[in-house]
């Protein structure tokens, strides 16, 4: 059995259907260390994080948490292609 590793990236799109729909991604911000310190949401698709599952969850729970329009957008975890 092989073990596949699976590529993440977090997707936002705006709730609200008659709104410009563009879809942003999320690019982690990282220390020197390489320890986790929140999310900024870009338009470009082909320079946004690509993260683990467990990494994804946690920007997801972080954007919630941090971000105080995050209530309007539909935050999603979506395979790399």
């Given amino acids: 059995m092989t ?3 699976q ?3 977090v997707q936002q799109r705006k709730m609200n ?4 729909d563009l879809p942003v991604y999320a690019k982690a911000m990282r220390s020197k260390e390489g320890v986790f310190e929140g999310v900024s949401f870009i338009r470009n698709r082909e320079k946004a994080s690509v ?3 467990a ?3 946690e920007a997801v729970a ?3 948490k ?3 329009l995050a209530g309007l957008y539909e935050t999603s975890i979506i395979p790399a292609e």
């Fill in 51 to 53: 993260m683990t599952l």
């Fill in 66 to 68: 941090k971000k105080p």
């Fill in 62 to 64: 972080w954007a919630k």
């Fill in 17 to 20: 259907p008659g709104e410009k």
């Fill in 7 to 9: 590529a993440y990236i």
């Fill in 55 to 57: 990494e994804a969850q």
């Fill in 3 to 5: 073990e596949t590793n």
